[in-house]
């Protein structure tokens, strides 16, 4: 039984989500553990978010009865991801992912059989490309941008730790969506 626990990391606006859910109505037998989250539900999450949204009180006590294979605060909220939705399945065999911020990818890396784990990174191009992008999908302000940008520089440096590069430069994303699902596929076979 050779289970792989696909873990998806990236900048924000890197093209994460976008591949994800390509991969998800690719490959319907590839499991999505749910991720928790303090934070509020976009408008676009009513329907099909792979989030389950809880108070902060409630996040904490999953925290203290060990529930969580790992957990992180990201720009305030806390995020994590549930033991029982990744070790049994991945100990059965099964192909999973999820996307991450980097404390919980080395949380998971720590406590999951290293061979079983495959992180990859969403290389969204230079900062440019991706400043150009945000500014695209809605107005924002200049603060925000001088954030968001801080942000990108930090998620960069990350890219050392993955096992996996995926490239997505402005332009792609057709490759991209080609290059994810050739690994999921590889992996189902050798399932
Ligand atoms: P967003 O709020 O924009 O959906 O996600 C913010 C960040 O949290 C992203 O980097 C995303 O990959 C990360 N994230 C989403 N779910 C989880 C999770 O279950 N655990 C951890 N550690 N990070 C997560």
């Known amino acids: 039984m050779n289970g792989t626990f696909f873990i998806v990391m990236g900048p924000t606006g890197s093209g994460k989500s976008t591949l994800m859910k390509h991969v998800i109505a690719q490959f319907p037998d590839v499991l999505v553990p749910p991720s928790f ?3 509020d539900r976009r408008p676009s999450e009513i329907e099909n978010s792979h989030y389950t949204f809880v108070d902060k009180n409630t996040f904490t006590a999953m925290v203290e009865k060990g529930e969580f294979l790992e957990w992180a605060e990201f720009s305030g909220n806390f995020y994590g991801t549930l033991k029982e939705t990744v070790i049994v399945p991945l100990a059965e065999g099964k192909v999973l992912f999820t996307e991450m911020e980097v404390q919980g990818v080395r949380q ?8 079983q784990v495959k992180v ?3 290389d ?3 900062w440019e490309e991706l400043e150009a992008r945000i500014r695209a999908r809605a ?7 001088a954030k968001r940008k801080q942000r990108y520089e930090d998620e960069m440096t990350y890219k050392d730790e993955a096992d996996i590069v995926i490239s997505n430069h402005s332009g792609e994303i057709e490759t991209a969506k080609e290059t994810f699902a050739n690994l999921i596929r590889d992996a189902i076979h050798a399932s």
């Open 139 to 145: 107005p924002i302000t200049d603060e925000e941008i």
């Open 108 to 115: 998971a890396r720590a406590l999951l059989p290293a061979e």
């Open 124 to 126: 969204a191009g230079p």
């Open 120 to 122: 990859v990174f969403i």
């Open 37 to 39: 989250t303090t934070r």
